[in-house]
T-cell receptor, first 115, second 113 residues
């Protein structure tokens, strides 16, 4: 069964460093998302991406964050200068136009620890 | 702004019991509602999706209902098993919220053998 894959599964970084989280969405999907979950808190929306541009973003998604689809398969989230409060599980998700149900499929997540 | 609440936050039941998890949302103008399962430290597995025009969806021992007018959904799990132990999340997609999902805080379920 097709699935969303994310790498790395866990990354530890020093405050102020740049981090890139990678995702390979399901191949025929057209909408891509990043969500995050701080330990013990709700899953929160960060950004949605469609047709090679951001379609929506939350207040969390400030200038320190950026997304990119550098080729036909990868979808990346970059955090320019990490802060302690960026420590969280980051989930990539995708959905397809063809299904027309709006069902989102999530990856296993990338755990980011900022020291 | 849409708010999603799940009650109870945690639930412990003996194996074999039927149980109901509750989800409520403040804005009834939703496009769909999705139930997910999350195992500790893992990703979100989609269980059931209910469109706004539907009343319920079933998959195996799971049945999800939707009452849009009252802003409520329930997830019914029949004949619970220890393997059902996980956190269950509901999330709604609003009609006017673009493509984003708004999540509840989850119900942490423990099924004891």
């Amino acid at each position: 069964e097709p699935e969303v894959t994310q790498t790395p599964s866990h990354q530890v970084t020093q405050m102020g460093q740049e981090v890139i989280l990678r995702c390979v969405p399901i191949s025929n999907h057209l909408y891509f998302y990043w969500y995050r979950q701080i330990l013990g808190q709700k899953v929160e929306f960060l950004v949605s991406f469609y047709n090679n541009e951001i379609s929506e973003k939350s207040e969390i998604f400030d200038d320190q964050f950026s997304v990119e689809r550098p080729d036909g398969s990868n979808f990346t989230l970059k955090i320019r200068s990490t802060k302690l409060e960026d420590s969280a599980m980051y989930f990539c998700a995708s959905t397809g136009l063809a299904t027309n149900t709006g069902e989102l499929f999530f990856g296993e997540g990338s755990r980011l620890t900022v020291l | 702004k849409q708010e999603v609440t799940q009650i109870p936050a945690a639930l412990s039941v003996p194996e074999g019991e039927n149980l109901v998890l509750n989800c409520s949302f403040t804005d009834s103008a939703i496009y769909n509602l999705q139930w997910f399962r999350q195992d500790p430290g893992k990703g979100l597995t989609s269980l059931l999706l209910i469109q706004s025009s539907q009343r319920e969806q079933t998959s195996g021992r799971l049945n999800a209902s939707l009452d849009k007018s009252s802003g409520r959904s329930t997830l019914y799990i029949a004949a619970s098993q220890p393997g059902d132990s996980a956190t269950y999340l509901c999330a709604v997609k609003g009609n006017n919220a673009g493509n984003m999902l708004t999540f509840g805080g989850g119900t942490r379920l423990m099924v004891k053998p």
